[in-house]
């Protein structure tokens, strides 16, 4: 009987081995650990946060700004871009007796952010650089007047450190609804022409979609970038409206994979699909390089055959 004896042993170690592993109640009452929404894993915060908010099924969390700069920027060192923020609230909306101001005063306090953006300057492998990212736990990233300042505010300091790249992360549920046209034409007009200035002092610019990309920023600033992609194979809700509303408004059968990083990359609306986020660093500097080394030759060319022409009418003016 033995056998017997072994076989249960055997069984209550592996018990305690999958007990030990599962966190206590006072782990879980101090929000140690986080719960990923796909694989249902209980995941560490601290082993979370080293692998970029990464879960081992490739299921990526929300991440901050501050954790963006901090794996982007070489050294973990950047300058946030200050600026002085315009009124947010134009309508001064109001619903129920909750006054849209007072919302933003909670996302302030949650996020430690004066807005949704967050701009930084600094050196990213060695290239000069100004990184905006949003915050998804700031109202849905959504953008009012104060976000799209913010934005041109941003690109005023890439042209002022003439920077080799602008990149945008998007993470937006749009522009806020409580601001109304104002919201709408600030977000989608202001930083439009900031990135149009940007391409006149030829500044590279790349923005990258996460999950939840949606409304007037992802249909207007998103593709005035030189180069688009988005930032993990998985990713979904990156469209201008959601599902539903464009299955109502579509004449025909909406593709399964519409609004996912598969779709896009099947239908070329982007340039590039990263497999995570890790790869985000690399890519944009290597896509800055060539198309940098590429632009520098173009001007050379120009320089030189505007020469000969010039030799050329000299000679026959002679």
């Keep these: 009987m033995n056998w017997i004896k072994d076989k249960i042993k055997k069984f209550s170690q592996q018990v305690k081995k999958i007990v030990r592993s599962r966190p ?3 782990e879980v009452a101090e929000g140690l650990f986080k719960t990923c929404p796909v694989c249902s894993k209980i995941n560490l915060k601290d082993e979370m946060k080293k692998n970029y908010e990464i879960c081992s099924c490739s299921y990526h969390f929300e991440i901050s700004p501050i954790d963006r700069f901090q794996k982007l920027f070489d050294s973990g060192t950047y300058e946030i871009v200050k600026t002085n923020y315009t009124n947010p609230d134009p309508l001064k909306f109001e619903m129920d007796g909750t006054k849209y101001i007072d919302k933003r005063k909670k996302y302030q306090k949650i996020t430690k ?22 915050d998804w736990r700031f109202g849905g990233g959504a953008w009012s007047p104060q976000e799209s300042d913010y934005f041109v505010e941003c690109a005023q300091k890439a042209i002022d450190e003439k920077v080799d790249l602008f990149l945008t992360i998007y993470q937006t549920g749009g522009v806020a609804v409580t601001t109304g046209v104002t919201g709408l034409a600030s977000a989608m007009v202001k930083g439009t022409i900031a990135l149009q200035e940007l391409k006149k002092k030829n500044i590279l610019t790349i923005a990258i979609a996460c999950a ?13 970038h030189d180069l688009v992609g988005i930032e993990e194979k998985n990713a979904k809700s990156i469209l201008f409206a959601g599902a539903r509303v464009s299955r109502n408004a579509s004449t025909g059968e909406l593709p399964q994979d ?20 890790h790869e985000i660093k690399n890519i944009v500097t290597t896509l800055t390089k060539i198309l940098k080394k590429k632009n520098s030759q173009e001007n050379l060319s120009e320089t030189n055959e505007t020469k000969k022409d010039s030799e050329s009418i000299t000679s026959a003016a002679s």
């Excluded at 896009?264 to 590039?272: I, M, Q, Y």
């Design 24 to 26: 206590t109640a006072k």
């Design 113 to 134: 952010m004066d807005s949704a953006l967050l701009g930084s300057f600094g050196k990213i492998n060695n290239l000069s650089a100004v990184v905006v990212a949003h």
């Design 212 to 224: 939840k990309t949606t409304g007037g920023p992802y249909a207007s600033t998103f593709f005035n």
């Design 258 to 277: 519409f609004g996912t990083s598969v779709g896009l990359e099947r239908t070329a609306r982007v340039d590039f699909v990263l497999d995570n986020r």
